[in-house]
């Protein structure tokens, strides 16, 4: 007992060293964060408090919050339970075909949100309002909570269960009270993360026409550029991340979700539908038809009307490639963005770490043009020559998408047992060995699928790159948005038929990852 003591005093000592480095490397990305909340507190200062409190409150801004209230309030319910519904059928019964319905539940992350609108507003011209704003919302969004939550439901040990079957509770008392607890933080990320989307969404909405912050301050940006209104909006908006984020801390707790050794030598045992088979099966076929044929039925009668005309090589290839760089960089950087503070969230967490953490994630609230226009504040006035350059550009995509970075990498991590680290320090590695070559590699298959999900959001990206590209650059989305803008939507649909195209290949990739991280 002794010697056990010792080692864990050696160990958590030589722990501090990594500490002190990780903290300032992930203090260094949250002071980047920070950039456009010090660009909004500038200009709420220049414009004064009396017209501070002339733009913020009034009734246009009650509105605006009403309706991002109602539809986060609808749509992160409504997704968590198709997704956890979802997710235990796929993994925990015998329902036909589950690998298949896997992938497809999946599959939707390939179509971007705004395309997700507009196939429907062209099946169903009268689509406007909230409740069209939360069934888009909810077709588009739900696998970024089916895919955490079907990871977790792998990896979970199946005597866990057994034990509660043991006590005498029935099949859904075991779920309830011992499946859905270990959940919690699959549950909790996905929600986060579609809940700061729903905040910073903008093609989607505007396709529907619900007025959320998103619009109004683009729409703001627009009538008048640089307007203090449009960014007295956007410090509304942050002040809604920060509230989001809160409430998904105080949900998470402090409970720990790794354990020591290769957990249950079996899979666990799926559970036989029978009589429920036929109805079962309901769900995801309806989810297919309805996040996959609708969008791919519009795309193909697009392809249709247009015919080979509108298949340009020449502006179609150079977006592509262009489209394809700017994804794999900006996926990759902001994974190494993140990574310092994913470490510190699970292996030091703290109420300094934690704002630290509540920095990563509020700018992924933003609209891109909030965002860019800090940026271009930025570099004109600090730092010129980086003004509309791919750097510039890079840095607002690592910016914009921390948040998919970090969930994914926070999740591994987390299952990656500290006590792994400090016996490695015990053998002699270095603490930058031991976080490097244990936990890191432990983590890999997280880290592979936060570059996917953040390579997909910059695929879709839209206003940041509008604004902030160098001349001459113009991605898949861009194209797409200008195309549809001067209402030639047979000349857009190869560009958003590329972006599913080259979206598909990543989120096979996050449905591989997700079979890995359960040792499939």
């Known amino acids: 007992m002794t010697g056990l003591s010792a080692l864990s005093v050696f160990s958590l000592s030589r722990l501090r ?15 980047l964060s920070l950039a456009p909340l010090g660009f909004i507190g500038w200009i709420t200062y220049d414009v004064g408090w009396e ?17 991002t209230f109602l539809l986060e309030a609808l749509s992160i319910p409504l997704s968590i339970l198709i997704a956890v519904s979802l997710a235990w059928l796929t993994e925990r019964t015998d329902i036909p075909f589950a690998r298949l319905w896997a992938w497809l539940a999946v599959a939707p992350l ?52 057994d034990a509660a079957a043991s006590l005498g509770l029935g099949p859904w008392a075991v779920f309830f009270r011992a499946v859905l607890p270990q959940l919690r933080l699959a549950i909790c990320g996905g929600s986060l993360l579609i809940g700061l989307h729903l905040l910073s969404e903008y093609g989607l909405y505007v396709m529907i026409r619900f007025d959320t912050f998103a619009t109004a301050i683009v729409d703001q940006f627009q009538s008048a550029y640089n307007s203090p209104a449009a960014n007295m909006l956007g410090g509304v908006l942050v002040a809604c991340c920060l509230l989001l984020l809160g409430l998904e801390i105080l949900l998470r707790g402090n409970e720990r979700y790794a354990r020591v050794g290769s957990g249950a030598a079996r899979p666990a045992d799926r559970r036989r539908l029978g009589f429920f088979t036929l109805p079962a099966l309901l769900l995801p076929i309806l989810l297919a038809a309805l996040t996959l044929g609708v969008p791919f039925v519009t795309l193909a009668r697009w392809l249709y009307l247009g015919g080979a005309a509108i298949w340009q090589a020449d502006m179609l290839g150079s977006s592509f490639l262009q489209t394809i760089i700017l994804a794999l960089a900006g996926g990759i950087l902001a994974t190494i963005a993140a990574a310092p503070m994913a470490w510190l969230s699970v292996r030091a967490p703290g109420r300094f ?55 994914g990498l926070r999740a591994s991590i987390a299952q990656a047992p500290v006590e792994l680290e400090r016996a490695a320090m015990a053998l002699g590695r270095t603490p930058a060995q031991a976080v490097r070559q244990v936990t890191m590699r432990l983590a890999a298959p997280g880290a592979a699928a936060s570059i996917a999900l953040t390579a997909l959001g910059i695929t879709n990206e839209l206003t940041a790159t509008l604004m902030l590209s160098p001349n001459g650059v113009e991605t898949l989305a861009t194209r797409f948005w200008s195309l549809t803008s001067e209402i030639d939507y047979v000349s857009a649909a190869p560009y958003a038929t590329l972006m599913v195209v080259l979206s598909l290949p990543l989120t096979l990739l996050l449905h591989a990852h997700s079979k890995r991280t359960a040792g499939q």
């Open 110 to 161: 390939a179509v971007p949100a705004f395309v997700h609108s507009y196939a429907w507003v062209s099946l169903v011209p009268g689509m406007h309002g909230l409740t069209s704003g939360v069934f888009v919302s909810v077709l588009a969004y739900y696998p970024f909570l089916y895919l955490p939550v079907a990871a977790a439901l792998r990896r979970l040990d199946p005597a866990i269960e």
């Open 353 to 407: 770490q934690r704002i630290l953490e509540a920095c990563h994630y509020y700018v992924g609230s933003l609209p891109g043009v909030v965002v860019a226009l800090a940026l271009v504040t930025v570099t004109v006035r600090l730092f010129l020559p980086l003004y509309q350059t791919f750097a510039t550009l890079l840095i607002a995509y690592v910016m914009l998408f921390l948040p998919r970075a970090m969930v």
């Open 17 to 31: 060293l990594p500490y002190a480095s990780v903290l300032v490397l992930a203090s260094l990305v949250a002071l």
């Open 51 to 67: 017209t501070v409190k002339e733009l913020v409150f009034r009734p246009r801004v009650g509105d605006l919050l009403v309706n």
